[in-house]
């Protein structure tokens, strides 16, 4: 099947606290969002790409674009309010029809490996999710303020790329109200069951100012 | 309320990957486990400090007690098979009756202001332990192989100092059977209440030789 990879990259920009958008600052002399898309082109190099920005970055992108010789080999659209409504906008402009893959843009570290794994369980299951187990202990709040030891074991921490055929992650998408924070909630809301595949720890979502120089760490380091 | 701090560093030593157990791995020229100690008596220099380690590194430790001038400042004893004998050999050692933090020895950015909310905490309710929220989303793993979406901000994740009133930890642990990966867990097995105190995101615990790079990028940026 063919692959499709929508990459989510700002949404309304809200939670940005530098002037360059995360997704845009640099490792390793490369903007995040070019690491991203390359760790895609490297699992296939004819995988369909699109990457969903703010609206008001997508002028900054177009010179990305120039500068790495990704023109004619991503296309750009404007994200919308919410993360939910940024990935509305990227099935609008993903032609694919056969597997789509809704990576975080932040995820520079996900590898060629990772992505096949979670595009072949796709491709057999029809919704796959990569996973990490949960490192610390953790207690659930409840209601009345109070709060109790919860087993970890029970959960999983959830990564990207969330991996779909694309039918039902559209159909799921037409069909879903409100607001998720990713998009198995999506698919599963209509019905559809999530094929948990084993994720990489070293699949970080760089979201903080530490986030990034870790970050450049690990590529030092030559483990990114 | 008199203080004293249980730093658990190594139990049997299992896990351990280097031929350094991690919470002597030096940090900026300085062994993690001796920046640990620092952070507590930055709170309180008079603060009574036990450190559990593996029997068989209990040599090394007296060295390092002597290189860094902890003899007399600190008690060492040998831990047990699992957190929790070692926790009960932490406990047999430590003559506190005020106020008990037990602290990852592995949690060298801990924070005076931090040590001092959870104290003050566990002073006023019995039971206190520091928590941050989850950042990734996650899933709940069902019975059945299948899983579903759960929504993280149920839940926070625990770290250390988790302080207690000395009477009250004591008897929990002497009424407590099995294992625990937190204290907390096992005071509120007897019945007891725990009171939850904001965390703090860079009280991180060294685990990996990847955290101890990161631990090193901390310091190195004035962040640690």
Known sequence: MEHSAILVAGGSGQRMQTD????????????????TIRAFQQYDSEIELVV????????????ICKQYGLIDRVTAVAGGASRTASVRNGLVAC????LIGIHDG?????????IGRCFAA???????????SIQESIREKLPDGR?????????????????FRAGIL??????FEGEATDDATVVEAAGHPISLVEGERNNLKLTTPLDLQLAALLIHSGIG
């Not at 969903?52 to 010179?63: D, K, M, Q, S, T």
Request: with cysteine; proline share 8%.
């Open 20 to 35: 360059v958008p995360k997704q845009f600052l640099e490792l390793a002399g490369m903007p995040v969002l070019v690491h």
């Open 52 to 63: 969903v920005l703010p609206n008001n970055e997508l002028e900054r992108w177009a010179g």
């Open 95 to 98: 032609k694919g029809m056969g």
């Open 106 to 114: 932040v995820r520079p570290f996900v590898s060629a490996t990772l």
């Open 122 to 132: 796709a491709e057999q299951h029809g919704a796959a999710v990569p996973v990490v």
């Open 147 to 163: 709060s109790r030891a919860e087993d970890r074991n029970r959960f999983v921490a959830i990564q990207t790329p969330q991996c």
């Open 170 to 175: 559209r159909e799921a998408y037409e069909a």
